[in-house]
């Protein structure tokens, strides 16, 4: 079966910097995504990798294992605002989005 | 109106209730998808259409009809729903099926089925 796994969820400090890991185990492999879904609100893309290797996007940064099967998603400086779920996907050999269940981070002051 | 726009945002029905759902997208897409997204649990794939054409229905149960007039809407017809059908139902749509293109999510309509 195919399968993307996050951690629940995860807290830390404003200010700080947190990483969000995602390990897949999909039919094939054709990119992977990240979302961020504050609460209430509709998921936002936030970056995607197809390629190993290190994603930079100001305060957010990707990187990419296709060997390992592993990302991680990167966020320094925190913000009060950067409270919401992130979303890992993987696009499959038959190009469909597989999801995770997202992960639910939390920023204390 | 911008980006993808949906209605109602929230909807309470009863198990013998028909409704629907809808979703229009601004921004001159050719894909279109609907998404089941319940608490806690990955999203959920539910139908998608390319250039008006379904080409995907993830075994979803006939209660759920889509319909896809054109390029620019989208809707989810309901009826006999179940209690666990109760979720977010959010419409994406992307420039086109390729593997790059990201999808632009609708708010969803958060729908309770008593």
């Known amino acids: 079966g195919q399968n993307i796994d996050q951690p629940t969820e995860m807290t830390a400090t404003e200010g700080a910097i947190v990483q969000i890991n995602c390990t897949y185990q999909t039919s094939g492999f054709n990119g992977l995504f990240w979302y961020q879904q504050h609460a209430g609100e509709a998921p936002t893309f936030l970056s995607y990798?197809?390629l190993d290797g290190l994603e930079e996007k100001g305060r957010f940064s990707s990187f990419l294992s296709r060997s390992k099967g592993y990302s991680y998603l990167l966020l320094k400086e925190l913000q009060m605002k950067d409270s919401a779920s992130y979303l890992c996907a993987v696009r499959d050999s038959n190009y469909q989005l597989i999801w995770g269940a997202g992960t639910k981070l939390i920023i204390k002051p | 109106e911008t980006g993808v726009t949906q209605t109602p945002r929230h909807l309470v029905m009863g198990m013998t209730n028909k409704k629907s759902l809808k979703c229009e997208q601004h921004?001159?897409?050719?894909?279109m998808y609907w998404y089941k997204q319940s608490a806690k649990k990955p999203l959920e794939l539910m139908f998608v259409?390319?250039?008006?054409?379904?080409?995907e229905n993830n075994s979803v149960p006939s209660r759920f009809s889509p319909e896809c007039p054109n390029s620019s809407h989208l809707f989810l017809h309901l009826h006999t729903l179940q209690p666990e059908d109760s979720a977010l139902y959010l419409c994406a749509s992307s420039q086109t099926l390729a593997d790059y293109n990201e999808q632009f999510f609708g708010p969803g309509t958060r729908l309770t089925v008593l």
């Open positions: 259409y390319n250039f008006k054409e379904q080409t």
């Open positions: 921004l001159g897409h050719n894909a």
């Open positions: 990798n197809v």
